[in-house]
T-cell receptor
Framework: GEDVEQSLFLSVREGDSSVINCTYTDSSSTYLYWYKQEPGAGLQLLTYIFSNMDMKQDQRLTVLLNKKDKHLSLRIADTQTGDSAIYFC???????????FGAGTRLFVKA | KAGVTQTPRYLIKTRGQQVTLSCSPI?????VSWYQQTPGQGLQFLFE???????NKGNFPGRFSGRQFSNSRSEMNVSTLELGDSALYLC????????????FGPGTRLTVT
């Protein structure tokens, strides 16, 4: 079945890099996403990667995918206090029309 | 382009009542998904509609239902409300085709007393 797991908390200092990790279970052709949620708001799509890719970079964000271990990570370079939020990893199987979300990782950025 | 709008933003209902939530997707998007977000269960998928057809649904009781109109606007209904239905209900708009990226509204905060 589909399941997405991620650690619940991460604390970093401003200016450092943050790495948020996620594991997923489904080995089908799939898209994997990272969303950000700030207090009192809906989710904001940050980036996504298809399961046949290894890496994707978008400005300060780098996504790495290890297909063998079904492990996805999001690296945020030069983390700022404005990056403090909950980050959700999510998976959508092609043709499944359903996205499964992890529990979210709360990122604390200390000034 | 206007974003996803959800109405109402906040709602207080009593156990046993029913409620209807509304979602207007981004112009041109044909898919609307609904999610329930609670501190204990996280984000749970309710259902997805594409061009007025439900393509998938999550594991929720039949008290939860939805529909999509020809203009892609969607409504979800919860009948016979229970205390456990208190949650943030999020609507997500998508073109409906791969890569299925979703754009979320701000949510409707439902409190059942």
């Amino acid at each position: 079945g589909e399941d997405v797991e991620q650690s619940l908390f991460l604390s970093v200092r401003e200016g450092d890099s943050s790495v948020i990790n996620c594991t997923y279970t489904d080995s089908s052709s799939t898209y994997l996403y990272w969303y950000k949620q700030e207090p009192g708001a809906g989710l904001q799509l940050l980036t996504y990667i298809f399961s046949n890719m290894d890496m994707k970079q978008d400005q300060r964000l780098t996504v790495l995918l290890n297909k063998k271990d079904k492990h996805l990570s999001l690296r945020i370079a030069d983390t700022q206090t404005g990056d403090s939020a909950i980050y959700f990893c999510a998976e959508s199987i092609t043709g499944g029309f359903k996205t499964i979300f992890g529990a979210g990782t709360r990122l604390f950025v200390k000034a | 382009k206007a974003g996803v709008t959800q109405t109402p933003r906040y709602l207080i209902k009593t156990r046993g009542q029913q409620v209807t939530l509304s979602c207007s997707p981004i112009s041109g998007h044909r898919s609307v998904s609904w999610y329930q977000q609670t501190p204990g269960q996280g984000l749970q998928f309710l259902f997805e509609y594409f061009s007025e057809t439900q393509r998938n649904k999550g594991n929720f009781p039949g008290r939860f239902s939805g529909r999509q109109f020809s203009n892609s606007r969607s409504e979800m209904n919860v009948s016979t409300l229970e205390l456990g239905d208190s949650a943030l209900y999020l609507c997500a708009s998508s073109p409906g085709l791969a890569p299925y990226e979703q754009y979320f509204g701000p949510g409707t905060r439902l409190t059942v007393t």
